[in-house]
């Protein structure tokens, strides 16, 4: 079996991408999935949020996305938790972004890479970086689907039309498998009217991608990160990680149906 592959992706920033990946993995390697995550991110707060420092890598996602010389196998750190594999990002991804325009396939880099260890995973979540250049453009044309944070505010929909409009056009031309497979709604509050609003709206217009767990605003999850660490081990009992654990039972059950869909 190859691994399910999913793009962590909105071009907005700040809306709980990292958050999601990083913690999301954490629960699937927990429930005893081998996951894998890719750092798409120049900013690399993915590598950071997993206790890796990004200075310190010598071979990350930006070597081998540009020379294809270097093998998955040399970038890959195999062990950062159990069952929980990274492909690290470095500042240097920055560069990426413009030396790909001039590789032959560059859209096809990240998908030819993953390929090469597809077998090895059950799941593959990429964090794309807040942007729809080409590296998100990589991470969709290597995916199954796409998992979209939403964050419970204002303009949570305004950006929401601009990368499902980008996933028609990479259906259309790159790869005509990528569905839209779940929308997480992030940093959800209670007490607000608005965030009310915003999950009724989302359900009325995406009943099937919605997934039911909500992710709270959590003040547990904002503090992992700077500790190295997932919500499973920061604070395994905080509402935050009880909504990532439910979150990859969704995604896990969801996925199975994916893969009769696919066979």
């Given at each position: 079996?190859?691994?399910?592959?999913f793009?962590?992706?909105?071009q907005?920033?700040?809306?709980?991408?990292?958050?999601?990946?990083?913690?999301l993995?954490?629960?699937?390697?927990?429930?005893?999935?081998?996951?894998l995550?890719?750092?798409?991110?120049?900013?690399?707060n993915?590598?950071?949020?997993?206790?890796?420092?990004?200075?310190?890598?010598?071979?990350?996602?930006?070597?081998?996305?540009?020379?294809?010389?270097?093998?998955?196998?040399?970038?890959?750190?195999?062990?950062?938790?159990?069952?929980?594999?990274?492909?690290?990002?470095?500042?240097?991804?920055?560069a990426?972004?413009?030396?790909?325009?001039?590789?032959?396939?560059?859209?096809?880099?990240?998908?030819?890479?993953?390929?090469?260890?597809?077998?090895?995973?059950?799941?593959?979540?990429?964090?794309?970086?807040?942007?729809?250049?080409?590296?998100?453009?990589?991470?969709?044309?290597?995916?199954?689907?796409?998992?979209?944070?939403?964050?419970?505010?204002?303009?949570?929909?305004?950006?929401?039309?601009?990368?499902l409009n980008?996933?028609?056009?990479?259906?259309?031309?790159?790869n005509q498998?990528?569905?839209?497979?779940?929308?997480?709604?992030?940093?959800?509050?209670?007490?607000?009217?608005?965030?009310?609003?915003?999950?009724?709206?989302?359900s009325?217009?995406?009943?099937?991608?919605?997934?039911?767990?909500?992710?709270?605003?959590?003040?547990?999850?904002?503090?992992?990160?700077?500790?190295?660490?997932?919500i499973?081990?920061?604070?395994?009992?905080s509402?935050?990680?009880?909504?990532?654990?439910?979150?990859?039972?969704?995604?896990i059950?969801?996925?199975?149906?994916?893969?009769?869909h696919?066979?």
């Amino acid at each position: 079996m190859s691994a399910r592959v999913f793009a962590i992706a909105n071009q907005k920033g700040g809306v709980g991408k990292t958050t999601t990946t990083v913690n999301l993995a954490a629960c699937l390697a927990e429930a005893g999935r081998r996951t894998l995550v890719v750092d798409l991110d120049p900013q690399s707060n993915t590598t950071t949020h997993l206790g890796v420092d990004p200075h310190k890598v010598a071979t990350s996602l930006y070597e081998l996305l540009v020379n294809e010389n270097v093998t998955v196998k040399e970038a890959v750190i195999a062990d950062v938790r159990p069952n929980l594999a990274l492909l690290p990002a470095k500042v240097a991804l920055y560069a990426a972004e413009i030396e790909l325009v001039y590789l032959e396939h560059r859209e096809f880099r990240l998908k030819h890479a993953l390929d090469s260890v597809s077998d090895q995973y059950d799941f593959i979540l990429i964090d794309c970086p807040p942007s729809l250049g080409l590296l998100t453009v990589n991470a969709l044309t290597a995916s199954d689907g796409v998992i979209l944070p939403l964050q419970c505010e204002y303009f949570a929909l305004e950006g929401m039309q601009q990368l499902l409009n980008t996933v028609r056009l990479v259906r259309d031309r790159l790869n005509q498998h990528i569905i839209l497979f779940g929308v997480v709604l992030t940093m959800f509050d209670p007490r607000t009217k608005l965030g009310s609003e915003v999950v009724r709206e989302i359900s009325e217009h995406f009943p099937k991608e919605k997934f039911e767990k909500i992710i709270p605003r959590n003040v547990r999850l904002g503090e992992a990160p700077s500790y190295g660490m997932t919500i499973l081990e920061h604070d395994p009992r905080s509402p935050g990680a009880l909504a990532y654990r439910g979150l990859a039972e969704e995604v896990i059950a969801r996925a199975a149906t994916l893969e009769t869909h696919h066979a």
